[in-house]
C-alpha cells in the first residue's frame, strides 16, 4: 500500500477503532517492530476486525487486524517459534497446561510513527480491551480529501467497502455522523471519478439528511467542507 493510503487508513481508523488487543509484553513492541508476525492465542478468537495493538503498560503501537485462526498443536507452536517469537520458557508460563493453540496471521497493520501513551483502559480483561483512549490526532477534512486524490482506482473503492463495514460493526447507526461523514468523503471522490458506487441504502440515505452547514470541530467533516476540499485545484 502507498504511503499516503496508509496515512490516510490510520487517520481514518484513529477516529473509528476504540477496542483494543492487549499483548504481555514484549510481543506488542515486536509486532511494531516488525519482529513477529503471528499473534498466538490459547483460545480461538475473532481477530478478524481492526482494533488497537497495546499492552498491559499502558502503551499503543497501532492498528491491527489477522486472519482466521489456525489451530496448532505444540510440535506445530515449536516450529512456528520464529514467527511469534515465543520460547518454551515464556510458552509454559502463559499456557502451563496446553498443548493445542490458535496462531494468527497478521494480515494488516498500521503502525504508530511512536509508540502512544493510553490514559485509559476501559474494561479490561486477559483478551481484549473495550475501549483505548489516548491522544488521537486531529482529522483535517481537506489534507484527508487531498490523501484521498492520490489513492488509486483500486484502492479508493476498497476504503469505500471497509468504513461500510466500520459503520456496521460500530451498530450501523443512522446517527453516526463520523463514519457517515467520511462515506460522504469517499464517494464524492468516486463520482468525480466516474467509479461505480454500490450503494447500501441505510447509510447512503443517511448522507442525504446531512445539511450543508459547517461544523467547525476536528472530530467531524461536513458536506461543505468536503466538497470544497475535494474541488480545490
Known amino acids: 500500500m502507498k504511503k499516503t493510503s496508509t496515512k490516510l487508513f490510520t487517520i481514518l481508523l484513529e477516529r473509528l477503532i476504540k477496542s483494543g488487543l492487549p499483548l504481555a509484553s514484549p510481543y506488542a513492541e515486536m509486532i511494531w517492530k516488525k519482529q513477529k508476525t503471528l499473534i498466538i492465542k490459547g483460545n480461538e478468537m475473532n481477530l478478524s476486525q481492526f482494533t488497537i495493538l497495546c499492552d498491559y503498560n499502558k502503551k499503543a503501537f497501532g492498528f491491527i487486524r489477522c486472519r482466521q485462526p489456525k489451530e496448532v498443536n505444540l510440535r506445530e507452536f515449536k516450529a512456528l517459534e520464529p514467527k511469534h517469537r515465543i520460547n518454551e520458557l515464556k510458552r509454559k508460563k502463559l499456557w502451563p497446561n496446553s498443548e493445542s493453540f490458535f496462531s494468527f496471521e497478521i494480515r494488516d497493520f498500521f503502525p504508530f510513527t511512536q509508540p502512544r501513551k493510553i490514559t485509559k483502559l476501559a474494561q479490561k480483561d486477559k483478551a481484549s ?24 482506482n483500486d484502492e479508493l473503492p476498497s476504503l469505500h467497502i471497509q468504513v461500510h ?69
Not at 473495550?130 to 480529501?145: G, L, N, P, T
Request: zero cysteines; glycine letters at 4%; aromatic letters at 4%.
Open 129 to 152: 480491551v473495550r475501549e483505548v483512549i489516548f491522544k488521537r490526532e486531529s482529522f483535517d477534512a481537506q489534507a484527508i480529501a487531498e490523501e484521498i486524490k492520490t489513492m488509486d
Open 165 to 233: 463495514r466500520f459503520w456496521e460493526n460500530r451498530g450501523s447507526d443512522a446517527s453516526d455522523e463520523l463514519s457517515v461523514k467520511t462515506h460522504l468523503l469517499v464517494t464524492q471522490e468516486m463520482k468525480r471519478r466516474g467509479l461505480e458506487h454500490k450503494t447500501q441504502e441505510s447509510i447512503t440515505k443517511r448522507d442525504k439528511q446531512i445539511g450543508p452547514k459547517v461544523v467547525s470541530t476536528s472530530l467531524e467533516l461536513t458536506k461543505m467542507e468536503i466538497m470544497k476540499a475535494l474541488h480545490q485545484d
